[in-house]
């Protein structure tokens, strides 16, 4: 699969919405909207309610291992681009070098950290964020927000839904495929959009992470710059902090 992608200077993610808004269509009937959201509260609720033990032994088992903050938190791109702040379950730690600059996110990765990811156990606290209405169950993953100025037009559609826990992509090779691959899927589920393909993806989902297929967790994601290819002097990765902000340039 192949797009057009061109690479952008700085910008300003709290500036893109009403843009988007305007120049992007709307996948989706009221009536799917709403049953989708009946869903996601639900699901999010009945899941938290559910998982709760396994929730709060994950919890104290970060908290013993690797100390406070429990929760990981990051700002993502959202739906209309709008950024949020996603939670996830600590993987890595704090580990900077004697010159004060973080280390590389396979130094950082933990033991326990590793097991979350290969389990996605990690994810768990997202349904908190589709209680608060960041996410959803099934949708597009929420990527950092550098990643914007650097999709191709088509790839920009998968902001028109609410990003997801899980999606297309997700039961279609995960972390496996190609970026220009896991995008389409990303677009080609909004354009396909509906409450059968939701459950349909749920199930998979399901099966997926029991097999453990397509976790990472080998503490090294492949950052994505576009068709065009990276800078020849970026990283091929950048290391995972909070502060996403530093990336924006």
Not at 51 to 79: D, E, T
Request: aromatic content about 8%.
């Amino acid at each position: 699969m192949k797009t057009s992608s061109t690479l952008a200077g700085p910008f300003e993610p709290t500036t893109r919405a009403t843009e988007v808004r305007a120049s992007l269509p709307q996948y989706g009937t009221s009536l799917q909207r709403f049953a989708k959201r009946c869903l996601d509260l639900i699901g999010a609720l009945g899941g938290l309610i559910v998982l709760a033990p396994i929730f709060a032994l994950v919890a104290l088992a970060v908290w013993l291992r690797m100390g406070r903050p429990i929760l990981f938190r990051q700002m993502r791109a959202g739906y209309n681009e709008e950024p949020f702040r996603l939670l996830k379950f600590r993987t890595m730690t704090n580990g900077r070098s004697p010159n004060g600059e973080l280390l590389s996110d396979s130094e950082r990765l933990t033991p326990l950290g590793r097991f979350l990811r290969s389990t996605s156990l990690d994810e768990l606290p997202q349904l908190i964020n589709v209680l608060c209405g960041n996410l959803s169950l099934v949708g597009p993953r929420p990527l950092p927000l550098r990643y914007l100025p650097r999709y191709s037009e088509r790839q920009k559609l998968r902001h028109r839904v609410r990003p997801g826990i899980t999606g297309l992509a997700q039961v279609n090779g995960r972390n496996q495929l190609e970026w220009e691959q896991r995008l389409e899927l990303d677009v080609q589920y909004c354009e396909q959009i509906s409450l059968r393909m939701d459950l349909k993806i749920l199930a998979a989902t399901a099966r997926e992470v029991a097999l453990r297929r397509g976790a990472f967790d080998s503490g090294k994601a492949q950052e994505f710059w576009g068709t065009q290819g990276k800078p020849a002097d970026s990283p091929d990765s950048y290391p995972v902090e909070e502060n996403e902000l530093v990336h924006l340039s």
